[in-house]
């Protein structure tokens, strides 16, 4: 049973458009939300996160917006890049990382 | 450069051999844990290791071993492989503190005939 749910789980976005990916937890134990991107071939690398006590957190073009009372948390891409295309994973930490399904973002030229 | 780093990278094998995918860190993290990826189902823990000697169960640790005798390997062990555990493995490490990032290694595909 997987305590993230993630959607969708794959998007198409020309470049420059705004890519958004939702996430929806149960667990009310998570203290910490990560977000990390996978590219082909390689491990998931640490993109963005933000604990809950945060409503917004912004890193160049990532932007993670947390809503605590509906235990949902989301990932926006602005000005998406064709080196955005990936699969991003959200994920909520108690003692340990739990994993949403992931989302496989395109980013067309 | 800070790494971990998982071996082989690929490998196919048959039911029932035992196989060990090696990992090994150089961050002198304390924490270590095993996942598998499968479609749809995202990352799943095997098996975590907060430092030498001390290994836990993690969501999915049927048909697994692991073992911690040095802080930077973490071996999985497959003593009998099947084909459902047919899948992409991930290692990663990370301090002990809390909230701390994990460092993954590249992956290890393995395909059980």
């Known amino acids: 049973q997987q305590q993230v749910k993630q959607s969708p789980q794959s998007l198409i976005v020309q470049k420059g458009g705004i890519s958004i990916i939702n996430c929806a937890y149960e667990?009310?134990?998570?203290?910490?939300f990560p977000w990390y991107q996978q590219f082909p071939g390689k491990g998931p690398a640490l993109l963005i996160a933000?604990?809950?006590?945060?409503s917004e957190k912004k890193e160049g073009r990532f932007t993670i917006s947390f809503n605590k009372s509906a235990k949902q948390f989301s990932l926006h891409i602005m000005d998406s890049q064709p080196g955005d295309s990936a699969t991003y994973f959200c994920?909520?930490?108690?003692?340990?990382?739990?994993f949403g399904a992931g989302t496989t973002v395109t980013v067309r030229a | 450069e800070a790494q971990v780093t998982q071996n082989p990278r690929y490998l196919i094998t048959v039911t029932g051999k035992k196989l060990t995918v090696t990992c090994s860190q150089n961050?002198?993290?304390?924490?270590m844990s095993w996942y598998r990826q499968d479609p749809g189902l995202g990352l799943r823990q095997i098996y975590y290791?907060?430092?030498?000697?001390?290994?836990d169960k993690g969501d999915v640790p049927e048909g697994y071993k692991v073992s911690r005798k040095e802080k930077r390997n973490f071996p999985l062990i497959l003593e009998s492989p099947s084909p459902n555990q047919t899948s992409l493995y991930f290692c990663?490490?990370?301090?002990?503190?809390?909230?701390?990032?994990?460092?993954f290694g590249d992956g290890t595909r393995l395909s059980i005939l």
């Open positions: 961050m002198n993290h304390e924490y």
């Open positions: 994920a909520g930490n108690d003692y340990k990382l739990s």
């Open positions: 290791s907060m430092n030498v000697e001390v290994t």
């Open positions: 933000i604990r809950p006590d945060v």
């Open positions: 990663a490490s990370s301090f002990l503190s809390k909230n701390q990032p994990q460092h």
């Open positions: 667990n009310t134990a998570f203290d910490y």
